[in-house]
Nanobody, 126 residues
Framework: QVHLVESGGGLVQPGGSLNLSCVAS????????IGWFRQAPGKEREFVAC???????FYSNSVRGRFTVSRDNAKKTVYLEMNSLTFEDTAVYFC????????????????????WGQGTQVTVSS
């Protein structure tokens, strides 16, 4: 398994922005697909975005056009840039990793990922 640590969460007003980071411990980090998920109180964990080994990003319908996922393999870090935040974006955000060295794949199910971070809280409030 891969050790993942998220950071960058916090309190932001509606319309504001936050940048989340996910740092991984994997020596061959470039072979991992990284996903971002979120979980609001009383709700199931839901897919937000993922970026695969060929750096293709995929997004849920609710964040497409507002969020951008990127990766820096040299720093073993994946970023989630979040803009135009709304109350509905309030949740604990988790990054997840799975070893998938081949292909431009997308993984949207939490069960597809083998390793998880501890999460970082994002609160959108006025």
């Amino acid at each position: 398994q891969v050790h993942l640590v998220e950071s960058g969460g916090g309190l932001v007003q509606p319309g504001g922005s936050l940048n989340l980071s996910c740092v991984a411990s994997a020596p061959n980090f470039n072979n991992y697909i990284i996903g971002w998920f979120r979980q609001a109180p009383g709700k199931e964990r839901e897919f937000v975005a993922c970026i695969n080994v060929v750096r293709s990003g995929f997004y849920s319908n609710s964040v497409r056009g507002r969020f951008t996922v990127s990766r820096d393999n040299a720093k073993k870090t994946v970023y989630l840039e979040m803009n135009s935040l709304t109350f509905e974006d309030t949740a604990v955000y988790f990054c997840a990793a799975d070893f998938r060295p081949r292909g431009a794949i997308v993984l949207r199910e939490p069960s597809s990922y083998n390793s998880w971070g501890q999460g970082t809280q994002v609160t959108v409030s006025s």
